[in-house]
């Protein structure tokens, strides 16, 4: 693989116009990632799901340089219609359309210049991987005092004439002073057998409002994962929101600095998982001032040979007195095959906080589909009635009513 | 300083800290085979035993110092320290309590085990280690009629090897970590208890530690088997004088509990937990597992931790037989610099089997406790379930308290819950307590007394009310 990583870099510095300096950073990346290598399960984060093994599993050519310049035809149909939205769209891990029609043109700046300091500081080879192959780094900036009229909608689409099995991408997102963006991420993949690593960086400015909702619901065979970094101001709000559905492998990663007084943050996620499909949710919730607020909600249902993790943190500085944090995982499964795993883990160094995890997990409650039963609904009715009710729980935590409806459709559940 | 402040410090002052004049014999220091020879040689142990010690001794060089743990410690100079130390007096066992040096006994007392008076005032039968050596049991004759049998390690090694070479090793191999191989190889000495098929054991078993000579380490290896349809309550304390330097404690415990027994273990701690300033006191790093091998079969762990510089032990059971069941209750406290990363696992292994988890966790001053826990319910550990609970009260902002659960749940048939909460004493609590007439020291001890019942009544009677005294002690001097 090394070697691989070697000549793709060198195919990746050739095609583009790195300055000098540049390249010595991003080597700097490789040489880690080329010591590290892919996580494995001897380091905690990567306990339960060992991605180095799902890895050399799934995916037997690993190649990095994604050496595409074709233009693709969008296949329409793949858009969400039912919504108004911007829309950036990623094809094999290139920008094809960038389209903010609904807004201020001058209330936001798209840049995309390779940002010099790419530094990040956080032990994960992946984001190593990342930061050397990518080619550029786009950053969105929403100005002061804007609100986007419309949510912005970034496909994240593949299809056969993909060139390396491995996709490299970052978004940089800066919200001004009261503004506010509803993100979605929309993955739809044709092509299969692909590792696709994506790193957001956002930044959260005073009193900004950030709701990102992340949606991978069809069934495909590509592996994937997500960083998100979030930085909090001052009485800023993030909210997350994570269907984890399609794919064989999704581990997401939210990593949160509370570093602003009063601000919050709130993650929601629903797993729904059958044959052979294994997925994380790991978040990282620091409260490092007064007054700051976290809550986190997953759910899990898994069917036959399926496996969920969820590893969520919550820390709490010293300094961080009147911490309001909350962690509820719960899981149904409903196969023998199917193995649910837990680490709601508090680490806390304030005294005046209120601090409470729960988790529960177990299958369907025999009596309710009794109930249901004798009431005139036959077995699968009873199952699907349960499961939806367990499920709707965390999307009508949604605060978006236009977003909301769109989900609870994607995922096909009943008000 | 004025007296009340003065009446604190006094209080917080070690009670146990006193060391004793006995001339001890020790080892040569430090760890290689013929220490290990040596011990066995002065022991007088067969040929198995011996093998069984070196056997350990290979994989520990296999092995390393794990480091995964959250509060860290110095290296430990595994060459520098004596691995047995014996007072000197015993190396012609004394027949009865009336031939013991008579200022061992005085240690006893000062400890508040007066041997006979305790003895005889209640029912407890106690088996007192002292260093590595065990001095003396009590109450044998009672506890033989029952055919219960009740020694130190070295005895039953001599006695009944043929139990001991069933057992010995069954539940904590000598292949498993660090420092339970280290145990393996070196140990000392320790408690053996054999309740036969169908005897409930008439009285409360009970073993006093205590750490006397400097730079040994303690290495006490337990033993206990429940056979068939049998019930013991086994309680454990621990003390150790006050010293500079750091002492290690690495003990093994090994329960085993067959068809339909019942086994209930009970530990108060109370190591030196070092001075304010965080200097000096135990390493307990200790390894507890109890196997539920029959059906229907229970173990329960209890423990009281308020002492040791550093804890870091997780007593588990292990439920291989159908319908067992495994409970943990604990109550950790921590103070000034003192460090416990402490908690359970539960493996679920056969069908229908139950555990449930009590835990909490006060920590105070510059202290920082860690509860983690492991629930683990196997693919064939059909309609099993689970319950978890664990609280920590932090007191003042310099302390931390972290819960580090491992949930797995393999089994759709079984259920699993975990709960955990972290807070502080209120406002509104203390004024209430205040109000009516307690002074703020007091209305701490009462609502942490509260905090804490749930596994307070897990405690047999004598060790409830020392357990509640001792939650009072360690926690002096942290309000306000």
Request: hydrophobic letters at 35%.
């Amino acid at each position: 693989m090394n070697e691989q990583l070697q000549s793709d870099f060198d195919k990746l510095v050739k095609t583009s116009k790195f300055s000098s300096e540049e390249i010595k950073i991003k080597k700097n990346f490789l040489n880690n990632f080329i010591k590290n290598g892919f996580p494995n399960r001897k380091q905690e984060d990567w306990k339960f799901l060992d991605i180095s093994q799902i890895i050399k599993k799934n995916i037997s050519d690993l190649s990095f340089f994604n050496g595409y310049s074709q233009s693709n035809k969008i296949d329409p149909s793949v858009l969400v219609d039912v919504l108004e939205h911007n829309k950036i769209i990623f094809i094999n891990g290139k920008i094809e359309k960038i389209d903010f029609n609904f807004e201020d043109q001058n209330k936001i700046e798209i840049i995309d210049e390779t940002k010099k300091d790419m530094s990040f500081e956080y032990e994960n080879s992946l984001i190593d991987l990342n930061s050397a192959f990518i080619d550029k780094i786009f950053k969105i900036l929403i100005k002061k005092n804007y609100s986007l009229k419309k949510p912005l909608i970034i496909y994240h689409l593949t299809n056969d004439k993909i060139k390396s099995t491995n996709i490299n991408l970052r978004l940089d997102f800066e919200l001004g002073e009261n503004s506010c963006l509803k993100l979605i991420d929309y993955f739809a993949n044709t092509a299969a057998k692909n590792f696709i690593n994506i790193f957001y960086n956002f930044n959260l400015e005073k009193d900004s409002i950030l709701k990102n909702y992340k949606i991978d619901k069809y069934r495909n065979n590509n592996l994937k994962y997500s960083f998100n970094n979030i930085e909090q101001d001052n009485n800023s709000v993030s909210e997350t929101f994570i269907l984890s559905a399609g794919s064989d492998y999704f581990k997401n990663e939210i990593n949160c600095n509370l570093n602003g007084e009063y601000s919050s943050a709130f993650i929601n996620g629903i797993f729904s998982l059958k044959e052979n499909q294994q997925h994380e949710i790991r978040t990282t919730i620091n409260h490092l001032v007064e007054n700051t607020k976290s809550y986190q909600l997953i759910k899990s249902v898994l069917g036959r040979n399926s496996k969920s993790a969820y590893q969520g943190r919550i820390f709490v500085n010293s300094k961080a007195q009147k911490t309001d944090g909350y962690q509820l995982s719960k899981a149904i499964l409903l196969d023998e095959t199917s193995e649910f795993n837990a680490k709601p883990e508090l680490e806390i160094y304030a005294d005046d906080v209120k601090c409470s995890h729960g988790s529960a997990s177990g299958s369907l409650d025999e009596n309710s589909i009794f109930y249901l039963m004798s009431r005139g609904l036959n077995y699968q009715q009873s199952k699907e009635l349960l499961i939806n009710g367990f499920l709707i729980d965390v999307v009508e935590k949604i605060t978006d009513v236009e977003i909301k409806n769109l989900i609870t459709n994607i995922i096909g559940l009943k008000q | 300083m004025d007296t009340r402040e003065k009446d604190i410090e006094k209080l917080k002052d070690y009670k146990y800290g006193f060391t004793t004049d006995i001339e001890n014999i020790k080892a040569p220091k430090g760890l290689n085979e013929d220490v290990i020879k040596f011990i066995s040689n002065i022991k007088k142990e067969p040929q198995w035993m011996l093998d069984f010690r070196l056997k350990a001794y290979e994989r520990l060089k296999l092995l390393k110092e794990p480091n995964w743990q959250k509060p860290k410690y110095p290296k430990i100079d595994y060459q520098d320290l004596y691995y047995y130390s014996a007072p000197k007096s015993m190396k012609d066992k004394p027949k009865s309590l009336d031939e013991l040096d008579p200022k061992l006994l005085e240690t006893y007392k000062k400890l508040g085990i007066p041997l006979q008076e305790q003895a005889r005032l209640n029912g407890i039968a106690v088996d007192a280690v002292f260093d590595s050596v065990s001095v003396a049991t009590t109450f044998k004759g009672e506890l033989t009629k029952h055919g219960i049998i009740f020694c130190s390690m070295s005895e039953a090694i001599q006695k009944y090897p043929d139990l001991v070479k069933k057992y010995l090793g069954t539940v904590i191999p000598v292949t498993d970590h660090f420092f339970a191989t280290l145990n393996s190889a070196v140990f000392t000495d320790g408690s053996f208890v054999y309740i036969p098929e169908g005897v409930k054991c008439p009285m409360e078993l009970s073993t006093y530690f205590r750490i006397n000579a400097s730079e040994t380490g303690q290495f006490e290896r337990t033993l206990i088997i429940a056979d068939k349809d049998s019930y013991v309550s086994y309680l454990e304390g621990c003390t150790a004088p006050m010293r500079d330097e750091n002492q290690l404690h690495a003990a093994n415990v090994e329960l085993i509990a067959l068809d339909d027994a019942e086994i209930k273990y009970s530990t108060v701690q109370n190591w030196y937990p070092g001075d304010e300033n965080g200097k000096g006191g135990i390493y307990n790093f200790v390894t507890k597992r109890g196997l539920c091998k029959g059906k229907n079969s229970k173990i329960s762990w209890t423990q009281v931790e308020t002492g040791s510089a550093i804890t870091w032990k997780y007593p588990s059971c292990i439920l291989k037989g159908d319908n067992s069941i495994g409970e943990f209750y604990s109550i950790a406290i921590t103070n000034n610099h003192q460090k416990a990363d402490t908690g359970t696992k539960m493996i679920h292994l056969g069908k229908n089997t139950k555990s449930k988890i009590i835990s909490k966790g006060i920590s105070a001053g510059f202290s920082d406790m860690t509860y983690r826990g492991l629930v683990d319910i196997n693919s064939k550990a059909k309609n099993s379930s689970n319950y978890t609970q664990c609280d920590s009260l932090l007191m003042g902002n310099k302390c931390g308290a972290h819960t580090v659960p491992y949930i797995k749940n393999k089994n759709f048939d079984s259920n699993i819950a975990h709960e955990a909460t972290t807070s502080k004493i209120s406002e509104e609590q203390l004024h209430y307590c205040q109000q009516r007439g307690l002074n703020p020291e007091e209305a701490v001890g009462l609502i942490v007394n509260g905090f804490c019942k749930e596994v307070l009544q897990q405690l047999p009677m004598e060790f409830a009310v020392e357990a509640q005294k001792l939650v009072g002690i360690s926690l002096e001097g942290s309000v306000g």
